[in-house]
């Protein structure tokens, strides 16, 4: 929750002055583009990348603690959130191109990334297109690890998924959704476990253009036979930036055995499991979820980046890296 207060800390005049800790709602017009984000704090650049279908103010429980000793910018990206929903490109790299761009308005060269969900896609399409600029790689609950996905997302990705997204807000069915996800809850299900972030998803589609930017967006990553972009043919570029996995162990979205499955390919990776938490360990645990990312921040240095050190890696073929996974732990 944003916590409010009257003191302000000067930045880059590109960004003005920004709260020091609740975060503040802003707008900016990149390629004729309305783009909302949120920011908050001082210091190295973090940016918080929500997953598909949701906006910034997913980070609100985290943001103030982070901004405690950070620049925290969490943007909605396009066809998300407050940010406008054009007929456009709504792939992972045009994403990754967004957020670059929008950096670029604010005056922020270099920045870690932390990426949930699609927004881990994002995160991960960006320290590969832009490895100059990105200090560090924080994937929560990530796409690109394998084809698996939850039936919700390939059911929603098949024709007529707009209109059944438009059936959902009539008061009848929206009522038997509600009993639908009430009933995984209390049954204990893993997909109920993150019930309420479903519902706030759904009730995020409000008008057909909502509609018709998330579907867009997940038929970009998403059709009926699961997950189509992956990550794990470039992995391996990330050997010497650091990164950090973490994961709910009963993510029900992106199952867990993705997150084992991306830390093998990424070359000196830190892997987290959350116990008994599903696709939102940052909701189910946020005072946790801060504590592990400010100890990441704090423990390791900003990659460095130079043409002949990316040569070298892409001359590299993966299985000759010689580097083993980092430590995985559960928490």
């Keep these: 929750m944003a916590v409010h207060t009257s003191r302000r800390v000067r930045v880059d005049d590109r960004l003005g002055v920004v709260p020091p800790r609740g975060s503040e709602l802003r ?44 620049l925290v910018i969490a943007p909605d990206l396009l066809g998300h959130g407050n940010s406008e929903k054009p007929r456009a490109d709504y792939s992972v790299a ?5 957020v670059r761009d929008l950096l670029g308005v604010l005056g922020v060269q270099r920045a870690t990334l932390v990426g ?13 297109q832009f490895p100059e600029r990105t200090e560090r790689l924080v994937l929560v609950g990530t796409g690109g690890a394998g084809p698996d996905v939850t039936p919700l997302l390939r059911a929603v990705s098949m024709p007529g998924a707009q209109a059944l997204l438009a059936a959902l807000q009539l008061p009848p069915l929206r009522w038997q959704a509600g009993l639908v996800i009430d009933a995984l809850r209390l049954l ?3 997909l109920g476990r993150d019930a309420d972030d479903l519902i706030r998803v759904i009730d995020a589609l409000p008008d057909a253009t909502a509609r018709a930017a ?61 116990d008994d938490t599903g696709h939102f360990p ?38 000759a890296t010689g580097t083993r996974p980092g430590p995985v732990s559960a928490t």
């Design 94 to 98: 045009a994403y990754a191109n967004g």
């Design 27 to 70: 707008f900016r017009t990149v390629h004729g583009y309305r783009r909302a984000f949120r920011v908050a704090g001082s210091g190295p650049a973090v940016v918080l990348v929500h997953g598909i279908g949701d906006s910034s103010a997913t980070w609100e429980a985290v943001l103030p603690a982070l901004a405690r000793k950070h």
């Design 214 to 274: 998330f579907i867009r967006t997940l038929r970009a990553v998403v059709d009926w036979r699961g997950q189509i972009v992956t990550m794990l043919d470039r992995c391996y570029l990330t050997r010497g930036m650091p990164t950090l996995l973490v994961w709910g162990e009963r993510d029900a979205v992106v199952p867990v055995e993705h997150a084992y499955t991306a830390h093998r390919a990424m070359p000196g990776s830190r892997l987290e499991i959350f």
């Design 188 to 190: 204990g299900t893993d």
């Design 282 to 319: 940052f909701h189910s645990d946020p005072a946790r979820f801060v504590g592990l990312l400010e100890e990441f921040l704090a423990s390791t240095e900003p990659a460095r980046w130079s043409a002949e050190q990316w040569r070298q890696l892409l001359r590299c073929p993966p299985a």
């Design 116 to 128: 949930h969900s699609l927004g881990g896609g994002v995160a991960m399409q960006f320290a590969y």
